[in-house]
């Protein structure tokens, strides 16, 4: 098991780290010891948060869904010679759209961000880190628990594709000695659902979303709130971490789609 002594003086890079999730990762692995690198695809936003952070954080400005732009980054990265001992890839988009009437901008953004984008992520930057112990996380979400169903389908499905690609990268980082933690946080005040702010032209050109779907995530409890169980699970050498926010929501429509797919089980 590690502790955050093999860590401190060390190198973590946090994706989407411009507001939400990200920030709150970045924020207490700096508390920890670690410099860290805000990446953002908002300039402003991975300024901020490093400058919020002080002297020992970097922003590190790219999109993480184009394969040439994260591979110049992690390039550029290399170049500083940091030792990096934390990756945590948690860049996603929110796209309040169905499968069948989603705009082709949107079906592309959210399939390039939450799917595609991890991979790059992890092909760019998981060979950097050479040291151990080493840590990658990966933040799903509790959607990729359940049936894509309800408002977002299109943001469900897309993160059932991130859950996927997190559960096999598990494998492949344990054969690198690399340790890793998947993360599916329910519901919380993130403003993940006005994504659209960030590429208004990957949107199919609406800048914000309706407010008025905010509500439910304005509500919410904010990401610090999970932060014990991260510490906890870093320290203890990864895992699967769901955080739900739901007051047992999750758990039975896990069980049900267990029992779903189990129900269509036919041995041959």
Not at 25 to 41: R, S
Not at 76 to 90: E, S
Not at 206 to 215: L, W
């Amino acid at each position: 098991m590690a502790e955050w002594t093999d860590y401190r003086g060390r190198t973590a890079i946090v994706t989407g780290a411009g507001d939400g999730i990200g920030k709150m990762l970045a924020m207490h692995l700096a508390a920890n010891g670690m410099t860290v690198g805000v990446q953002d695809i908002r300039e402003e936003a991975a300024h901020m948060v490093a400058e919020e952070i002080g002297p020992k954080a970097f922003p590190m400005v790219f999109d993480i869904s184009d394969r040439e732009a994260t591979a110049a980054a992690a390039e550029h990265f290399a170049a500083q010679d940091q030792d990096l001992a934390m990756l945590w890839i948690n860049a996603g988009v929110g796209v309040g759209a169905s499968l069948l009437e989603g705009k082709p901008e949107q079906v592309r953004w959210a399939w390039e961000v939450n799917v595609l984008g991890p991979i790059w992520t992890a092909q760019c930057f998981v060979p950097l880190m050479s040291a151990r112990p080493a840590h990658v996380g990966i933040t799903a979400s509790t959607a990729a628990l359940r049936p894509p169903e309800g408002q977002f389908p299109l943001y469900a499905a897309t993160k059932h594709g991130t859950m996927v690609i997190a559960e096999a990268l598990r494998g492949e980082l344990a054969a690198r000695d690399i340790e890793s933690t998947i993360l599916c946080p329910g519901l919380l005040n993130t403003e993940i659902w006005d994504g659209a702010k960030a590429r208004p032209e990957r949107f199919g050109g609406e800048r914000r979303m309706d407010p008025e779907i905010a509500g439910m995530w304005r509500d919410a409890k904010g990401p610090d709130v999970m932060w014990p169980d991260i510490d906890r699970m870093i320290r203890n050498g990864g895992g699967t971490l769901v955080c739900a926010t739901d007051q047992g929501d999750t758990r039975q429509a896990m069980q049900e789609r267990i029992d779903g797919i189990a129900s269509g089980l036919v041995e041959l």
